[in-house]
DNA sequence: CACATATATTGTAATAATTACAATATTGCA
DNA sequence: TGCAATATTGTAATTATTACAATATATGTG
């Protein structure tokens, strides 16, 4: 819990209870890509005050800072990954899980560069169908 | 016109007239990747009794036969694209256009295929950061 | 340590995209 | 033409997210 506490302060976050709260959650379930909604339902049992603006607001802060990125592949909500190195996601139609996958791929490591012309500043690559578990 | 009613017929959708012109519109906005709201807009101009519902079902419709396909990348609405070829977008941050980028990717042709044990029904890149036009 | 100021948290209300649903209209076939 | 199936429409409900104002907490200065 200091490391996370560290971390924040590195990042020039101040370390509330409720962000150390949110960004140790994110440390716990790194391949879970929760909804602000499943933060929030899991804090509220340590934190009953904690209020569901208060995580919108900590992700947007940790967005901002770096810290953690949004991945928006379902196309209903945004889910939180605290991993921000560029990798590719896996989202199950059947289950709804978003899986990590590991795969070499010539999308990866241009930031900065160009294509057509355009400007990149993040690389986002996804599969949809169905997972492992559930096949 | 009576090309897109063929397409119709074809993939076994009954072509009303709410349906060809909004196959039409797709067809005549190739690039634009546009919302509900914008084709809904557009096509209230020739058809001032059409319902955003019927808008929604229609490109449910097109979505469920494989005449679209949606581009949820944005993370605030879903973008629907009549190129239903598996290709990758850019997203512009500053104007919020997407636009068609020609990349030659590992990512590409692996329907069917497996990664992770995971199997594979749809393959999605895209990049997101300042299109050529707002540098 | 106390106070003032800045910043964070909370709760509620507003907004935006989408879906549900029931009434009406249209289509295609016998 | 008439009937059954399907589509369209309008409205209301739902879900995710944002706006905002009041309260609480934290930080820096004397």
Redesign the pocket.
Known sequence: MEKINITLKEKG???????LKVLDYMSKNLRNHP???MIYEELAKE?P??????????L??FIEKGLVCGV?IT????RYDINTESHHHFLCKKCGDIIDVDVPCSLSGKKGELVDGHKIEEIHGYFKGTCRSCI
């Open positions: 976050i101040k370390p509330t209870y409720q962000r909804t602000v909604e934190i005050t904690i209020s569901l603006t208060t995580v919108y607001n900590t947007g802060t928006t196309g209903t909500e945004v």
